[in-house]
């Protein structure tokens, strides 16, 4: 029985999906529903639905964001858009991060039944591996368990992973880069970008090489060195704006990231 979580601002809408679709017809049954983008993930996160059903156009959220922290947290998740946002180059963005099935509001009830038949189908595949010639079932049965199970993952959804995977790095360094100077958390980072703060955090490293500290140090660095360029600016006054609250932990990473301390680099620049 695969699980399906709803979300969307408008009550009819998750109201008319819960009740009017034909859900044990595709081995469904709705685990849930939400009525905004935090609240969803909150759900998605308990339940773990197989399908997903959701606006992205909603009040403090941004849908293409959250559409990359499924894939990417939960890979064999499917989901389907089903919005009155129109913009053509949203639907294409959203597609490319993994979105199975795009439908505009208002939907007829046949597209709805299309989706959900193609994503079942989808989810069946991914259990299944697909018929194969005999002399590929000769060459997958010498492979180990475990190699098998390791390949198959691999291959689903491999391309909106890599895509998603980007996609959320790429706005977490930039979310990083712009509040570094808060006294910011990962996880305050992880739900900017709809995943778990365990989830970004291997993520990071795997596309940087570096921790979640490292990276905010290091854009703290770059800005205390463009401050540093300021002679009106005490050594301390810098620290506070780049966000140290403690002048010694400031000096400590400057010299350690840098190799001069902070008034070195100011006289030699």
């Not at 989706?115 to 049965?141: C, D, F, G, H, K």
């Not at 180990?144 to 995977?165: H, R």
Request: proline share 3%.
């Amino acid at each position: 029985m695969y699980k399906v979580a709803i979300i969307d601002d408008e009550p009819l809408i998750v109201e008319g999906l819960s009740r009017t679709m034909s859900w044990e017809k595709w081995n469904c049954q709705v685990a849930g529903f939400a009525y905004d983008g935090r609240e969803g993930m909150e759900l998605i996160r308990r339940e773990r639905p197989d399908i997903v059903v959701t606006d992205i156009n909603m009040p403090e959220m941004d849908g293409l964001r959250m559409i990359a922290g499924l894939k990417s947290e939960f890979p064999e998740m499917q989901i389907i858009i089903l919005t009155g946002y129109r913009e053509f180059e949203y639907a294409r963005r959203a597609i490319e991060l993994g979105v199975s099935r795009f439908l505009l509001k208002p939907s007829k009830m046949n597209e709805l039944e299309e989706a959900i038949e193609a994503v079942t189908n989808r989810l069946e595949q991914s259990v299944m591996p697909a018929t194969m010639m005999p002399e590929e079932v000769e060459e997958e049965e010498e492979k180990p368990e475990e190699e098998k199970v390791e390949q198959l993952e691999e291959e689903i959804d491999g391309a909106d992973m890599n895509e998603a995977n980007s996609f959320i790095v790429k706005n977490a360094l930039e979310y990083i880069r712009d509040n570094s100077a808060e006294k910011l958390r990962l996880t305050d980072v992880a739900d900017q970008v709809y995943v778990s703060q365990w989830h970004l955090s291997k993520l990071l490293n795997k596309h940087t090489g570096k921790t979640f500290s490292e990276i905010l140090n290091g854009a703290r660095m770059d800005k205390s060195k463009e401050l540093l360029k300021d002679p009106s600016l005490r050594i301390c006054d810098v620290a506070e704006m780049v966000g140290f609250q403690d002048l010694a932990h400031f000096s400590r990473v400057f010299k350690r990231m840098e190799g001069m301390s902070a008034n070195e680099y100011r006289n030699s620049h």
